[in-house]
């Protein structure tokens, strides 16, 4: 089974940068989507970035031009790389894998961007 891990998340002042990485642990032979969303605080949680086995990725349009999904295969990682950071891209970030098993979810990471 499948265990991501997050890390990088900190608190960063408005027009800043931040890279998250999420290591999945265990035995992940092939992925059919890997992703990340974010909460923030008392809000539901929204998808921000999500790279497709193919290749592909989607953005949401929030964050288009300032962040950048990729993934490392050698290591069963993936990260997100996150430019010119506002204050509304404070939230718990949380790293999704999907395999034909499944998802899993991380713990999450906390992102803060200060005025």
């Known amino acids: 089974q499948v265990q991501p891990v997050e890390s990088g998340g900190d608190l960063v002042q408005a027009g800043g940068s931040l890279r998250l990485s999420c290591v999945a642990s265990g035995t992940m032979t092939s992925f059919n989507a890997m992703a990340w969303y974010r909460q923030p605080l008392g809000k539901s949680r929204e998808l921000v970035a999500r790279?497709?086995?193919?290749?592909?990725?989607i953005y949401a349009d929030s964050v288009k031009g300032r962040f950048t999904i990729s993934r490392d295969n050698a290591k069963n990682a993936v990260y997100l790389q996150m430019n010119s950071l506002k204050p509304e891209d404070t939230a718990v970030y949380y790293c999704?894998?999907?395999?034909?098993?499944?998802?899993?979810w991380g713990q999450g990471t906390l992102v803060t961007v200060s005025e």
């Open positions: 790279l497709n086995s193919g290749g592909s990725t």
């Open positions: 999704n894998i999907m395999t034909a098993l499944g998802q899993a």
